[in-house]
């Protein structure tokens, strides 16, 4: 029997070069996965060992917010073994762009570049400060977002706003810092960092020496206030941390790895139940012969375990060759992941691939196989195969039945009774859509024929006698027609989600920002805090081309007990009240979004306390609970004239301007910025640039993750195409007789492209409601008060292009059941 599975093999290896193929991308694109990440995350050990093999020992505030005064540092210079102590100093100190404005969406953060031993800079182009006072380095990002170059002069804000000018020396990488890649970074020497930033204490003091129990002394002289590492550990946290993102893109990419290998166990299920049935011949004359069920089984079960460990390996080196393609381009575009460490195979990957490939084959195989041990030995003795016929039993009937009710109610209570915002309130539409799905799995073969036969309706008009042949043979097989067109579902159906989400997303979101951001320009600083003079917005309200000006300003504050944002607004903006009511809003009284109330425990008609500058302990009466997703006002709300007695006359945080009718919107905006000129972090955006960079954003998403479903539709298409092909073998008399009593070889392979073009849209249908449906309700678990949109065009690219893909996929078994010999035909069987 091992003799036969393998002859087996070698004689049908063409007709598992495309199930080979399915294999190989699904195994290529989940070990790519891990190779990609094993190579990140060897990059990103590479440069923490490096970087901090230089400390022996580092101290470290035990809360991010906190700093090490300088005698602490000053103790650990005393201690003997000492070779050398430094502290490194960190802060805020906003870059200046070249249109005078700050630069980024973050103050840029300011680091003392020191030199010795201890020196952990990464400097990529240039020099670094040294002990030049008036010289500063930029992150290579900063400064190629801003145009800045080598020996040009840089302005940065020191704590007091104050302007200082540097010139730029060098340009540094900041590694594997996640929060200097956002906010970037300008390098000063120590002492001048330490004046740029307030001179507020060191953000870590690294040490170097040899003595026996250093750690332990330099511990006992910073106190117990403070973490003390050894080098070694420092690193590993280090290099935990930058792992982070690394493995969230990790998971990311497996996800859409499971989804393939789910698609491609389809197609390598549908191949081996087409082989077995096109072999029922053979497995009964071995029946005959002697060879018993168990052999039967174990000889299709080997052919699947070396069909998947063979294609398992070859798709191990797709993998090693998507990493490399991918690093390469991350590294062309400069991304915070590239990583210059060797691309390689470990032996962890080399197992998962293998095993998730030999697994997924033989696990789909295993149905065939046991449906081969059914064969009677007399079918031995028939002159060609019966054609399959499926019925629909009760049994089936109950389970569909069974699935979809659960799935529709798990969905519903999900959508409509969780609520939205929350993670259990997705994953419990998840949930039912995976048991909805399950329920059209199962209803599969008994909703082919009527769907072939509605999609059937023009093709079969239109294209004459091959047309209404191709529709009967789409559905002459509903089982086969059922699993084959699945795989193409799974693909469809969450392209068209995510299509779906992303448009009705687009949609809520600018509805939501038209209705409680009504504005055309937004003045704030980068972190949103109180700095805009009043005197901007009374400008701008003496201006002819605007219409309404609107102030927001906010401090913190203790609210019984906790600290919280604590604000007021001015001009014409309208708070989503979700219960109450802010008529004749006042003295005495506060409006608390929905968070905040409910971390206080607190409702409408309660009394909360505020601690104030200027009038000490107040108590307020809440009188409105606002929308947090949808207020654009702060957590907790007073009114204008008690909070300047309560705070006296703080600036402004955000200033919200309307043009007015008729005025164009380069003179509206040209107003707007001369108003906030004379303040450097003063930033002007225009609700179109948000709406800009909010398109943006979705649409990046959008495209990437269509590219990423784009490999579980390829291999659904191979699916298509290799069902086909096999189904064309198994009619090759049919197709003679057809061609010997008058059908052509362009009707032949017009038949078989038309049936293709059926099963793609059956599948492509199904998917298009599923992702509809399920679309709807991810957005209603993740976004409340959510608008639906379907992006019609998108899904009627994604029907006709799964129906071109299936056309496609039938050319070659088309052409090759066109060019094959009547009379050779007729014979076979």
Same mark, same amino acid.
């Given at each position: 029997m091992l003799k036969t599975a393998l002859a087996g093999l070698r004689a049908h290896r063409l007709r598992l070069m495309l199930t080979s193929l399915a294999i190989m991308l699904g195994v290529g694109f989940i070990a790519g996965t891990f190779v990609l990440n094993d190579t990140v995350e060897a990059g990103f050990a590479q440069r923490v060992t490096a970087d901090a093999g230089k400390v022996d020992v580092a101290v470290l505030p035990k809360d991010s917010d906190d700093v090490l005064p300088e005698e602490?540092?000053?103790?650990?210079?005393? *201690?003997?073994?000492?070779?050398?102590?430094?502290?490194?100093?960190?802060?805020?100190?906003?870059?200046?762009?070249?249109?005078?404005?700050?630069?980024?969406?973050?103050?840029?953060?300011?680091?003392?570049?020191?030199?010795?031993?201890?020196?952990?800079?990464?400097?990529?182009?240039?020099?670094?400060?040294?002990?030049?006072?008036?010289?500063?380095?930029?992150?290579?990002?900063?400064?190629?977002?801003? +145009?800045?170059?080598?020996?040009?002069?840089?302005?940065?804000?020191?704590?007091?706003?104050?302007?200082?000018?540097?010139?730029?020396?060098?340009?540094?990488?900041? +590694?594997?810092?996640?929060?200097?890649?956002?906010t970037g970074a300008v390098g000063f020497t120590p002492a001048t960092a330490w004046r740029m930033t307030g001179g507020k204490g060191y953000a870590e003091i690294d040490v170097a020496g040899s003595a026996p129990g250093l750690k332990q002394a330099v511990a006992a002289a910073a106190g117990g206030a403070y973490t003390v590492k050894t080098g070694d550990e420092l690193a590993d946290d280090l290099a935990g941390a930058a792992g982070v993102e690394t493995r969230s893109f990790t998971m990311g990419l497996?996800?859409?790895?499971?989804?393939?290998?789910?698609?491609?166990?389809?197609?390598?299920?549908?191949?081996?139940?087409? *082989?077995?049935?096109?072999?029922?011949?053979?497995?009964?004359?071995?029946r005959c012969i002697g060879a018993t069920r168990g052999q039967v089984f174990g000889s299709i079960m080997l052919e699947s375990a070396a069909v998947g460990l063979v294609t398992s390996g070859l798709g191990l080196l797709v993998g090693y060759g998507l990493a490399t393609l991918t690093l390469t381009i991350l590294g062309a575009l400069d991304t915070p992941l590239h990583t210059d460490a060797a691309v390689t195979l470990t032996p962890g990957t080399i197992a998962i691939g293998l095993a998730v490939g030999l697994v997924v084959t033989v696990c789909a195989a295993l149905l065939p196989a046991r449906s081969a041990t059914r064969v009677p030995p007399i079918a031995a003795l028939r002159s060609q195969a019966e054609e399959q016929t499926f019925r629909a039993g009760l049994v089936r009937a109950g389970f569909a039945a069974l699935f979809l009710v659960a799935g529709l109610a798990t969905t519903g209570v999900g959508a409509f009774v969780l609520t939205p915002g929350q993670e259990v309130s997705l994953f419990v539409v998840m949930g039912g859509g995976a048991l909805t799905f399950l329920a059209v799995l199962i209803l599969g073969p008994v909703l082919v024929r009527p769907l072939?036969?509605?999609? +059937?309706?023009?093709?079969?008009?239109? %294209?004459?006698?091959?047309?209404?042949?191709?529709?009967?043979?789409?559905?002459?097989?509903?089982?086969?027609?059922?699993?084959?067109?699945?795989?193409?579902?799974?693909?469809?159906?969450?392209?068209?989600?995510?299509?779906?989400?992303?448009?009705?997303?687009?949609?809520? *979101?600018?509805?939501?920002?038209?209705?409680? %951001?009504?504005?055309?320009? *937004?003045?704030?600083?980068?972190?949103?805090?109180?700095?805009?003079?009043?005197?901007?917005?009374?400008?701008l309200r003496g201006r002819p081309e605007l219409t309404s000006v609107a102030q927001i300003r906010e401090v913190k504050a203790a609210v019984a007990g906790k600290r919280l944002d604590v604000g007021t607004f001015s001009g014409p903006i309208e708070p989503y009240v979700s219960s109450g009511s802010m008529k004749g809003f006042g003295a005495g009284q506060v409006a608390l979004d929905d968070l905040t109330a409910e971390a206080l425990g607190a409702r409408v008609?309660?009394?909360?306390?505020?601690?104030?500058?200027?009038?000490?302990?107040?108590s307020l009466k809440v009188v409105a609970l606002l929308n947090g997703s949808q207020s654009s006002l702060t957590p907790v709300t007073i009114a204008e004239q008690p909070f300047d007695a309560y705070f006296g006359a703080v600036p402004d945080s955000r200033v919200m301007v309307n043009a007015k009718d008729g005025v164009a919107a380069d003179r509206a905006r040209a107003v707007v910025d001369a108003a906030a000129a004379p303040y450097p972090t003063v930033q002007v955006s225009s609700s179109t640039e948000i709406r800009g960079q909010f398109d943006e954003t979705l649409d990046m998403m959008l495209m990437i993750i269509t590219g990423l479903l784009g490999l579980a539709i390829l291999i659904s298409l191979l699916g298509i195409a290799n069902t086909l092909s096999l189904s064309v073998h198994e009619r090759t008399r049919e197709s003679a007789l057809l061609r010997a009593l008058g059908l052509t070889r362009p009707q032949l392979r017009r038949m078989l492209s038309v049936e293709a073009l059926i099963l793609g849209l059956i599948g492509a249908l199904v998917g298009v409601v599923l992702g509809l449906v399920f679309g709807w309700a991810a957005l209603r678990a993740m976004l409340d008060g959510a608008l639906f949109s379907a992006p019609v065009p998108q899904i009627v690219l994604f029907v006709a292009l799964s129906g071109l893909a299936g056309v496609l996929a039938a050319v070659l078994p088309a052409r090759r059941a066109a060019r094959a010999s009547i009379v050779d035909s007729l014979a076979t069987g």
């Open positions: 602490v540092l000053e103790r650990i210079r005393a *201690l003997p073994g000492v070779t050398e102590a430094q502290g490194l100093v960190r802060g805020s100190t906003p870059v200046l762009g070249r249109n005078g404005k700050t630069a980024g969406n973050a103050p840029t953060t300011a680091l003392s570049i020191i030199t010795g031993p201890l020196d952990r800079t990464d400097v990529v182009s240039g020099t670094g400060p040294g002990t030049d006072d008036q010289a500063a380095v930029l992150d290579e990002n900063t400064a190629e977002a801003q +145009g800045f170059r080598l020996g040009d002069t840089i302005t940065v804000l020191d704590g007091e706003q104050a302007e200082h000018r540097f010139r730029l020396v060098g340009l540094i990488d900041t +590694g594997v810092d996640q929060m200097l890649a956002y497996l996800m859409f790895g499971i989804v393939a290998m789910m698609v491609a166990a389809l197609v390598i299920y549908n191949t081996f139940n087409i *082989l077995v049935a096109q072999r029922t011949r053979e497995m009964a004359l071995l072939s036969a509605l999609v +059937g309706w023009i093709p079969r008009r239109l %294209f004459g006698v091959p047309g209404r042949l191709a529709v009967d043979n789409s559905g002459r097989n509903p089982r086969r027609a059922a699993t084959t067109t699945v795989a193409l579902t799974i693909g469809v159906t969450l392209m068209t989600l995510i299509s779906v989400v992303t448009a009705s997303t687009r949609l809520t *979101l600018t509805a939501q920002l038209d209705e409680q %951001f009504p504005i055309d320009y *937004l003045l704030a600083g980068q972190e949103r805090d109180s700095i805009i003079p009043r005197s901007v917005a009374e400008e008609g309660d009394t909360v306390t505020l601690d104030t500058k200027r009038a000490g302990t107040v």
